[in-house]
């Protein structure tokens, strides 16, 4: 019967109607926790999500009866049909988790009993798991954190209602404290598995960056985004700025006005003599859906799976769609195959049949005028440091003969118009040449001792094949503005274009601001969102751990879990069986712990009164002082006059009363 009753008791609960004050938490903690996936919904499913709130807000604030099921069932296989129609399928991290938003408010519409309320506070703490698979930053972790707590205070509503909604929060706020240690011991120990933490690899988000084809004004558009592109730590002192050329995709191939890396190369050798200058240096970056990896010019070799084309493009075996660290061994000073293969040296050589004739007719007298290729290039440098030309983020539009309408007319351009003129250049002349792109420079963190290259820092330069010397680095941009290569974007272009703001604000307390900010991102990055295998091997070898297996992490894992369970347990029982906190209780059983030790103890069925008859019938020269002190605590106790005048004077009552 006992348990019928149990099992009755358990059906009626949850059967129970909530009241509206309970529905407007839980709609609160559903809107918190979908609110950051707008961004990434389609229009019409943030627009009918947003109707659904509002419309459950209505009917709880009305007393209006819900929706009848049948049309909620119509309105769920439409909304799943919008769903399909609109991502061509329902699985996968997108449709899914859209799936999962819009089913959790339509959830909201037969919310009748605490059953269904426990189910959207569930569905919202699973939706919580879900906005990480988008972003993984701090404000995101907060954010979260902050939606926590509103769902906890809304399951804390269901649960005890009586309480007022302060302290409520406050028993999240414990709640969600007293989760930390646990956590922190399951980050630790609980064993990583290869790939991203955080969704699937076909997946992953990344942003914006390089690309494998350059076009006039392709540049100068990137240059204007002041997002992270990677940070480089180096193990000594990091080399001079002007040697900061971060080596990206190579591009082979011209098309009349854009750059393209074209087919792949069909050789891999790839020859560095007379190196010097070694640096070694680790590089995390940002994902960017592409397969290669940045690196100084000239990479020798990488931590990653990886490998080097013969072009000296360190390229990732997969695409990286997840931040990747990876350590690289580079020698800045070399000579970069020295022989190189007919065929590259013929593609290196290879224009477009027609077009742009005013530059081929400039390279062809240089050639006949000059014949050297050293001269050659000597020339083309002074012809752009000599002839007005400007390096500007603002370049005007150019026609089909692109290179011809930036030499002779516009005369205004970017890193990518300079890289690009000087290569068409050198081939029409018959040198073999190409465009390098990626970034060059960065921003110094020296509370970090670390580089941000940011999106701002792209860059575009020059690569020409010499006799007996190989490949040899040629910047035209720093022929225009040595300042761009020496200190950065901002020194180089006018101050009345338009800048990113990290570029454009130099101001000491906003730089140390943001590097502060920076460095607290960039720890994250390093200790919570790469905290891999190899790195919690390496934290638990440093902890004292040897010889590192699952076995042991499983075993040190249940240990610590069993003792925070076992302090966490005694804290509580400590509590439960602490005094009183009521002061007037405290002095009260002080006073009956000295009848106590006389003979005269306390009942547990003896209320203060009928206590305080028996002990002055049994000491009739006490009986004043023990009338006196048990009229002072049934007075502060049941009478409301707990003032620091009344506990002072029942305070000395006790002290004074002796037998």
Known sequence: ????????????EIAMKPAPHQVYGIIAALFMVCLPHAEHLPHWVSAVCSFLLIWRFHLAWTGNALPSRWLLISFTVAASAGIAVSFHTLFGRDAGVTLLVLLSSLKLMELRTARDANVVIFLACFIIITNFFYSQSIPTALFMLVTLLAILNGWLAMQASALAWRARLRMAAIMLLQAMPLTLLLFVLFPRVQGPLWGMPQDAWAQSGLSDTMSPGSMSKLSLSDAVAFRVSFDGPPPPQQLLYWRGPVLWDFEGTTWKRGQA?????????????????????????????FALDMPTSADVPSRISGDFQLLSRTSVTTRLRYRVHSQLGFQANTEESPALLQRA?????AGNPQSRNLAATWRRKLGNDAAIIHAAEQMFHNEGYTYTLEPPLLGNDSVDDFLFHSRKGFCEHYASAFVFLMRAAGIPARVVTGYQGGEYNDLGQYFIVRQSDAHAWSEVWLAGQGWQRVDPT???????????LSAAVPGSEALP???RYRSPWLLKLRFN???FNYRWNQWVLGYDKERQFAFLTRLGMEEVTWQKMALNLLAGVGILVALFSLLILKRLYAGPRDPAVRLYRRFCRKLARHGYARSDHEGPMDYASRASAALPHKADAIQDITRRYLSIR?????????????RHAVAAFKL
């Open 1 to 12: 019967m006992g348990w019928q009753k149990i099992a009755h008791s358990f059906r009626r």
């Open 265 to 293: 190369l069909l050789t891999t050798v790839h020859d560095l003599q007379q190196v010097s200058m070694p640096v070694d240096y680790t590089v995390t970056l940002e994902p960017h859906d592409k397969n290669w990896l």
């Open 349 to 353: 050589l290879r224009l477009p049949a």
């Open 478 to 488: 720093a022929t225009i503005s040595p300042a761009r290569i020496s200190t950065g």
């Open 501 to 503: 703001f990290a570029a």
């Open 517 to 519: 900010l920076d460095l």
């Open 638 to 650: 049941y009478e409301s006059r707990s003032d620091p005048e009344n506990l002072r004077a029942l």
